[in-house]
């Protein structure tokens, strides 16, 4: 049985602090996919990256980075300088190869105070 | 029109009516899926669409019925439901190239409140 779990559920910084947002996963898959969502307001999830098995590099995107270790089932995510407009719930979820069913986790609201 | 539509993006209904959910994807992909999005509770994957036949259904009841009549558009048909159904209804669709799982892009949701 695969599951995500995102124990934090609510988080707030302030404007220009850095955040991590924690994810951890479990599978019996050696060959499985990683995701992150943002979910704002509005409604609609926004996909932000997609990361297979077989590749620990941590990967960088503008203010954005994660962490991926296998050793820990990990695969957080951190916002440098956070701005208002990253305020949202963000997804971890997990998928294995050849079952296009996403495991999400309960998600993590993330709130920046100007 | 780009991305994943859905309509209406709010609905109230009563318990003894029937609508349905309307979903539309313009990005020329090959899977489509539902889910149910309620407080609290992880993303449920209802139903999923491959080249317009069904290949899942995540043992959603029969009030719920979906509909594919082409790789861009799915529907979702909805009668005698219970408040507990109340929700926000995603659509997503997603290449489907390989036997790797692809990023699912989604629509703004349809916020369904049963009364």
């Known amino acids: 049985a695969q599951k995500v779990t995102q124990a934090q559920t609510e988080i707030s910084v302030v404007e220009k602090e850095d955040v991590t947002l924690d994810c951890v996963y479990e599978?019996?898959?050696?060959?499985?996919?990683l995701f992150w969502y943002k979910q704002p307001p509005s409604g609609e999830l926004v996909f932000l990256i997609r990361?297979?098995?077989?590749?620990?590099q941590n990967e960088i995107s503008g203010r954005y980075s994660w962490n991926f270790q296998k050793s820990t089932s990990s695969f957080n995510f951190t916002i440098t300088a956070s701005q208002v407009v990253d305020s949202a719930v963000y997804f971890c979820?997990?998928?294995?190869?050849?079952?296009?069913?996403?495991?999400f986790g309960t998600g993590t609201r993330l709130t920046i105070i100007p | 029109e780009t991305g994943v539509t859905q309509t209406p993006r709010h609905l109230v209904m009563g318990m003894t009516n029937k609508k349905s959910l309307k979903c539309e994807q313009h990005l020329g992909h090959n899977a489509m899926y539902w889910y149910k999005q309620s407080a609290k509770k992880p993303l449920e994957l209802m139903f999923v669409?491959?080249?317009?036949?069904?290949?899942e259904n995540n043992s959603v009841p029969s009030r719920f019925s979906p509909e594919c009549p082409n790789s861009s558009h799915l529907f979702l048909h909805l009668h005698t439901l219970q408040p507990e159904d109340s929700a926000l209804y995603l659509c997503?669709?997603?290449?489907?190239?390989?036997?790797?799982?692809?990023?699912?892009?989604f629509g703004p949701g349809t916020r369904l409140t049963v009364t």
């Open positions: 990361r297979n098995s077989f590749d620990e």
């Open positions: 599978t019996r898959d050696t060959t499985y996919y």
């Open positions: 997503a669709s997603s290449p489907r190239r390989t036997s790797d799982p692809h990023e699912q892009y």
């Open positions: 669409y491959n080249f317009k036949e069904q290949t």
């Open positions: 979820a997990l998928s294995n190869f050849g079952n296009e069913k996403l495991t």
